[in-house]
């Protein structure tokens, strides 16, 4: 296997990993915010915040990902 399939398999984990990140976030601020609707704007943010610093991650992996396909 080469470097370019590795990247491209790591990539597609980085993806993956990262939606199902923000879909537990997302799904978890859910039910926080139905058992207390007062907490909202807390909650919200919180979940943003997350959601950001796993974006950030995700991305940053993603381009070491494609770096590797320049080797």
Known sequence: M?????AT???GLVT???GI?????AGRAMDGISRQP???NKIQTAM???AALI???AFFCAV???MALGK
């Open 48 to 50: 943003i915040i997350a």
């Open 38 to 40: 007062e907490a909202t």
């Open 16 to 18: 993956v990993g990262a």
């Open 64 to 66: 070491i990902c494609f």
């Open 21 to 25: 990140g923000i879909g537990l976030i």
């Open 55 to 57: 974006e950030g991650v």
């Open 9 to 11: 398999i790591g990539a």
């Open 2 to 6: 080469t470097a370019a399939t590795f």
